[in-house]
Each structure stands twice: as structure tokens, then as C-alpha cells.
């Protein structure tokens, strides 16, 4: 288990388009990935590889989460993660 | 021969045949199957999903060269099909507790759906539409139906059905639709909106059209008189064929004064503009030099949920950048009664035409309207935005709705929100009691646009909904000519632009008659444009002055349209 904490920093959140993008990288790694919101004790770790739980999370700009992997590759799929978050997706 | 009746609102002929189009409906009931079929039942959901993998990628590559930004819906509910939580909710369904595939796929898809519309953000809500629409594509695979979408046509055919959602005009093959009727819909409807943009004929409100006609029909769709002929007489068709060839050469000439300069016969500039009513980029933009109708219905009416002020920002900086530089007149909220939104109660009026609706409701509601001033004056740092009122029917109405936009500009300012500071504000001027003080208006505001569909209901008090009494509505009476007259004259005398945005001034009798009267600015939809400018090509000033004068002294609306059309016909034939 390998986990980190960042912020979301995109003004559009993890919705749309960088929900799909997030989706899609951690789709390729082979361990299990979730994302956990820090900002509310009752949130459960989603299963970061589904877009439709990662969507129901309502990750806006600025919250706090964890982004935690399981297995033969996840450090690397946290680092790629937690960098992916970092680059704002590409927004400005 | 058979006759059906129905609303023409998109114009032109159409001979062929008839294509039912149903959409699925999902019809599910709990059951379950016997021990030992697991793996052969979950691997007949695997196979459909595999199925509706197939389709949606072929949806997303016809797509993607001509409209991208629709393809990208598809391309989201293949990522919501192949999402391996709804994979393992069906499989768990399927093996522990032996449940249909069809009734595991409805419980799972329906269980996200319902926890998406519990997000707290409005845009996340709203992908629950996308979850259904993705599980109703399984559903109809595991039943056997085929694809019934109007991308594959192999044939040219005239489209019939009940109504037709955006996803179905959305994938439709413009190749092979000759013409369009449905059963539901008005002349605002999304249906007609998109078939005029296409200049697919197409009539709508055609009572119990999809039970009488069936597949393979010979029909005649005359949607310039509004109706359709059921297995007409060979004479009746060589007519039609006739008819066809006259409506396609009097539609190329037309089309031929598209983007000639609005000028009359004796060489008077005069301004064409555009009404809109989404944030869709369209050709009629090139055209015209004002947009003197811009409806925000379709943010307040298309969602779930109350428009935040940012979304809608963002739709009216798009329609500035659509209008390439021409000036947007955006009209506040215009609702009531009659039209409901889902997220917010109104209460029932037994005459909601003359109660609490437009201006009146947001000043009633003035959260509501603050967001929507906020978002259209933050617009307005992007280009020359303009805001109209609807439902003025006083000078009071005028302060109240002033006093609103100085407190919205002093909060911007406060928060350093850039906007335009002389930002122009004017009026609709559709009740009579503002229309006879129209001098005194002008003294209120910059501007000022009549609607004249509701001018004629409130002046000739006609419930324009009312099918029985639609020889009442007369929009070109005299009190009607007069009204207007007293209204152009009084705006033009301030020095404040009067413009119509109504459909009498896309109207060949009317067109002609506004200009006599003085009006000066005519705003119509995309597909009018060329129509009218070919039209008012034909007078100089002098006569249209001429004939307007004789049109007021006259008794009857059926004099004036004759009279006047019988002027133009001289001109035409």
C-alpha cells in the first residue's frame, strides 16, 4: 500500500474531461487504485479506474484527497497520479 | 385521399415514404433465472455490452469529422458502459443472486444514476441523463432490437414519430430525411429549431400521425400549408412534383439576396437582425447586423436545476463570440404559468398569460434575477451586450427593473468584476399599456423591441394558445398598424432604436407594412433573413409609406391583407 495527499488545483475540478483523464491513467496500471476525499470523515475510498464513482465523489477545485494504490505497481501509479493532479490537467 | 393537419414550422414539400421511428423503452420487471445458467447469462450481458461498444464507436466516428462536440457525449457513454463497477455490480447480481441480466443492468445503471443526481454539483447531477441513456442502449441489445437510431438510412424517407429527442436529431443522416412530422412539438421546439437549420420540411403537432400512417406509406408533406396527404391521386402528385420544382427555384433566387445589403428600392439602408435561442454557432450570424433577440429559456428550461451564474457567464460570452462582433440583445428570463421549470414551484394561475410572469416573476424572485444580471453584465466586458425586459407594463416596472441592474453594477464593482459600464438597457414592448405610452418610455430607457405575437394577444385580448379562437388573432389589424405606428414613431422622434423582433417582421404583409409605419430594424430567425430582404427589394420608401398610411384607414385585417399582398404580387409576378 502507497498512498498520497495532494489538493485538486483545476478550477473545473474532477469532472469532465479530467475525470476521464484521470480515469483512463489509472486504468493502466495493474493495482488497485482509489481516491478518498479528506474534507469529510464518512468518505469511503472510490475505485479510482471507475468513472462513475469517481464522478459521485463531486471533487471540486481545492479539496483535499488521498490517492492511495495497491500492488505490484503502485508506486508508480500514485507518483503518475498524484503528477497528473499536479499539471492541472492542462488548465491554465 | 386522407388530409392531416399540423404546424408547418419548418418550410418546403416533400413526396415519399414513410419511416415510423420508435425509440426503445425499457420495460423491466424483477426475475430471475434458474441455478446453473449463471455463466451463460452474465455472458450474454459481456455480449451486449460488446454489442453497444461496436455501435457507440460508430457513432463517434461519423460524428467526429462534422460536429466533434457531439460525438464527445459518446465517446463519455462508452466510459460509462465499459466502467468495470457496473461490470461487477451486474456480475454480482448475476451470480449471487441469479437475477436476469435485463433486470441486474436496470438496478445497477439506475443505483449510479440515482447517486450521480445526489451530487452536490449541478454538472455532476446532470450526467445521471448520460447513465440512463447508456443502460436503455443495453437494454434494447439484450432484447434483440435492433439499433433504431436515423443515422442508417437506406433510403430517402419522411421521418414520422412521436417526438424526436436531440439524441435522434443529434445522429440523424440529413442525406436521407426529406422531411420530418411529429405528433408533439411547436414551432420553439428543439424538433423544428433544428429541421428549419437543416431546411428539412417538417410539420409538427400532427395528431395520432404515427398510428394512421405506417412504415412504407406514399405520402405528400406540404409544409407550406400544413398538412400531409395519405396515399394521394396520381394528379395530386404530379401537382406536388410541380409545386416542388417552383418552391426550389423561388428558395435559390431567395437565397440569392442572403447576404446582399438590406437595402429598399429607392436605396435606403435599413438593419437586419437575428433572433437566437441557444449558445450553437449558425451561418446567420454572417448575415446580420444586430442579434435583436437572444431567449434564455433554453439555460433555465434545459436543466435540472437553477443555471449557476458561471454556466452562465459562459453561454453568454459564447454567444458573443458567435455573433462576431455584432451587438447581443439578451433577453431576462421570460416564464410563467404556463411554463414550469422543474426546480422550482410556481404555483397554478388560472390566467397565467396575464399573471405572475417575465420581469414580474424575477422581480418576485430576485436571487434569481440578480444571477442572471450578474452573469450577463460580466458578459458584457466581451463584447457589446445589450439587456431587455420582458413583460414591461409600466414606468414603475422600468424603475424597479433599473434599480435592480445599479445595485447588480455596484456589487461587480465592489468585487472588481470587470464590465460595461454604459451598458444599454431597454424594453419589450408586447402590453398594450406601455405601447401607448410609448414617448414616455423612451425617456426610461435606451431601446426598445415589440413582440408582436404577444402585442396582438394582450391588444386584441386572444389567448394565443387557444385553438378555437385563432380567427381573433389578427397581427395585422388596424389597431394593431395604428399601435405600432405610435410606437416606431415615438421611439424614432426620441432618437432611441425601435426594433421588432416578433414574426410579423419576417413576414412578407408584415415587412412591408412595418417599414411604411417607420420601422427601421427587423430581427427573424436565420431562415427568414433572405426572404425578407428580397421582399423589401421590391418597394421604394415612398410606397411602403403609402401603403401603410392606406392599411390604418382601412376596417378589417382581411382588407389589409389583401390589399397588400396583391402590392406585392404586382411587383413579383
Known amino acids: 500500500m502507497y498512498s498520497k495527499n495532494t489538493e485538486l488545483k483545476n478550477v473545473s475540478g474532477l469532472h469532465a474531461r479530467p475525470a476521464s483523464e484521470f480515469v483512463s491513467m489509472a486504468k493502466t496500471f495493474e493495482s488497485k487504485v482509489t481516491v478518498r476525499r479528506l474534507d469529510d470523515e464518512?468518505?469511503?475510498?472510490?475505485?479510482?479506474?471507475?468513472?462513475?464513482?469517481?464522478?459521485?465523489?463531486?471533487?471540486?477545485?481545492?479539496?483535499?484527497?488521498?490517492?492511495?494504490?495497491?500492488?505490484?505497481?503502485?508506486?508508480?501509479?500514485?507518483?503518475?497520479?498524484?503528477?497528473?493532479?499536479?499539471?492541472?490537467?492542462?488548465?491554465? | 385521399m386522407r388530409i392531416l393537419k399540423g404546424n408547418p414550422v419548418s418550410r418546403g414539400i416533400a413526396l415519399g415514404k414513410v419511416y415510423i421511428y420508435r425509440a426503445f423503452k425499457a420495460d423491466v420487471h424483477e426475475s430471475y433465472f434458474e441455478a446453473g445458467k449463471e455463466d451463460e447469462y452474465y455472458k450474454k450481458f459481456k455480449d451486449a455490452v460488446a454489442t453497444a461498444e461496436k455501435e457507440l464507436a460508430t457513432i463517434v466516428t461519423s460524428m467526429s469529422a462534422e460536429s466533434p462536440e457531439k460525438a464527445k457525449i459518446f465517446t463519455a457513454h462508452t466510459e460509462i458502459l465499459m466502467d468495470e463497477e457496473v461490470d461487477?455490480?451486474?456480475?454480482?447480481?448475476?451470480?449471487?443472486?441469479?437475477?436476469?441480466?435485463?433486470?441486474?443492468?436496470?438496478?445497477?445503471?439506475?443505483?449510479?444514476?440515482?447517486?450521480?443526481?445526489?451530487?452536490?454539483?449541478?454538472?455532476?447531477?446532470?450526467?445521471?441523463?448520460?447513465?440512463?441513456d447508456v443502460r436503455n442502449r443495453v437494454l434494447r441489445i439484450l432484447k434483440g432490437e435492433k439499433e433504431s437510431n436515423l443515422a442508417n438510412l437506406r433510403e430517402n424517407v419522411i421521418v414520422v414519430a412521436h417526438d424526436l429527442l436531440p439524441s435522434d436529431t443529434a445522429t440523424m443522416d440529413r442525406n436521407r430525411v426529406m422531411g420530418v412530422i411529429t405528433e408533439i412539438g411547436g414551432a420553439t421546439s428543439h424538433t423544428a429549431i433544428l429541421t428549419r437549420s437543416y431546411k428539412i420540411p417538417s410539420l409538427l403537432g400532427v395528431t395520432d400521425a404515427v398510428q394512421i400512417m405506417k412504415n412504407g406509406d406514399n405520402i405528400v408533406l406540404d409544409a407550406l400549408a400544413g398538412k400531409v396527404l395519405l396515399d394521394p391521386e396520381k394528379e395530386v402528385i404530379k401537382e406536388y412534383q410541380e409545386k416542388l420544382v417552383e418552391f426550389i427555384k423561388e428558395e435559390r433566387e431567395t437565397s440569392e439576396y442572403l447576404d446582399k445589403i438590406p437595402l429598399v428600392a429607392s436605396g435606403e439602408r435599413y438593419s437586419i437582425g437575428l433572433n437566437v435561442g441557444d449558445t450553437?454557432?449558425?451561418?446567420?450570424?454572417?448575415?446580420?447586423?444586430?442579434?435583436?433577440?437572444?431567449?434564455?429559456?433554453?439555460?433555465?428550461?434545459?436543466?435540472?436545476?437553477?443555471?449557476?451564474?458561471?454556466?452562465?457567464?459562459?453561454?453568454?460570452?459564447?454567444?458573443?463570440?458567435?455573433?462576431?462582433?455584432?451587438?447581443?440583445?439578451?433577453?431576462?428570463?421570460?416564464?410563467?404559468?404556463d411554463k414550469t421549470l422543474r426546480y422550482m414551484a410556481l404555483p397554478k394561475e388560472d390566467n397565467p398569460f396575464l399573471g405572475n410572469r417575465a420581469l414580474r416573476l424575477c422581480l418576485d424572485h430576485m436571487e434569481m434575477f440578480k444571477t442572471q444580471l450578474r452573469a450577463a453584465l460580466r458578459a458584457s466586458a466581451f463584447g457589446e451586450m445589450k439587456i431587455m425586459f420582458p413583460m414591461v407594463g409600466t414606468i414603475d416596472d422600468i424603475r424597479a427593473a433599473n434599480a435592480v441592474v445599479a445595485a447588480v453594477k455596484k456589487e461587480l464593482k465592489i468585487e472588481g468584476l470587470a464590465f460595461d459600464e454604459k451598458i444599454n438597457i431597454g424594453i419589450m414592448i408586447e402590453i398594450p399599456s406601455i405601447g401607448l405610452i410609448a414617448d414616455l418610455a423612451a425617456k426610461e430607457v435606451d431601446f426598445a423591441s415589440v413582440g408582436t405575437n404577444d402585442l396582438t394577444q394582450y391588444?386584441?385580448?386572444?389567448?394565443?394558445?387557444?385553438?378555437?379562437?385563432?380567427?381573433?388573432?389578427?397581427?395585422?389589424?388596424?389597431?394593431?398598424?395604428?399601435?405600432?405606428?405610435?410606437?416606431?414613431?415615438?421611439?424614432?422622434?426620441?432618437?432611441?432604436?425601435?426594433?421588432?423582433?416578433?414574426?410579423l417582421a419576417s413576414d412578407d404583409i408584415g415587412a412591408v407594412l412595418l417599414f411604411g409605419l417607420g420601422l427601421r430594424k427587423f430581427s427573424m430567425n436565420a431562415a427568414n433573413i433572405a426572404r425578407v430582404k428580397r421582399i423589401l427589394s421590391l418597394f421604394t420608401l415612398e410606397e411602403t409609406e403609402e401603403i401603410a398610411k392606406k392599411a390604418q384607414n382601412m376596417s378589417t385585417e382581411a382588407e389589409i391583407l389583401e390589399f397588400v399582398k396583391a402590392e406585392i404580387e404586382k411587383r413579383t409576378i
Open chain 2, 280 to 337: 450553437e454557432p449558425e451561418d446567420g450570424y454572417k448575415y446580420v447586423d444586430f442579434v435583436g433577440l437572444f431567449r434564455t429559456e433554453f439555460l433555465y428550461m434545459g436543466s435540472e436545476y437553477m443555471p449557476t451564474e458561471q454556466e452562465q457567464f459562459e453561454a453568454y460570452k459564447k454567444v458573443l463570440a458567435n455573433a462576431m462582433g455584432n451587438p447581443v440583445t439578451l433577453r431576462t428570463l421570460d416564464i410563467g404559468g
Open chain 2, 88 to 132: 461487477e455490480g451486474v456480475k454480482e447480481m448475476i451470480y449471487e443472486s441469479r437475477a436476469m441480466p435485463d433486470y441486474a443492468v436496470d438496478e445497477i445503471f439506475t443505483d449510479f444514476a440515482n447517486l450521480l443526481e445526489k451530487a452536490k454539483d449541478p454538472l455532476i447531477a446532470a450526467r445521471a441523463a448520460d447513465l440512463r
Open chain 1, 42 to 92: 464518512a468518505a469511503q475510498p472510490a475505485n479510482a479506474k471507475s468513472i462513475i464513482k469517481i464522478l459521485a465523489q463531486g471533487l471540486s477545485v481545492g479539496t483535499p484527497i488521498e490517492i492511495a494504490a495497491d500492488g505490484p505497481d503502485e508506486q508508480e501509479a500514485v507518483e503518475k497520479l498524484f503528477e497528473l493532479v499536479e499539471s492541472k490537467f492542462g488548465e491554465d
Open chain 2, 459 to 503: 391588444l386584441h385580448a386572444v389567448d394565443r394558445m387557444n385553438p378555437s379562437i385563432t380567427k381573433y388573432y389578427q397581427t395585422m389589424s388596424p389597431a394593431m398598424l395604428r399601435s405600432l405606428g405610435k410606437i416606431f414613431s415615438d421611439f424614432n422622434k426620441a432618437g432611441k432604436p425601435i426594433s421588432v423582433c416578433g414574426e
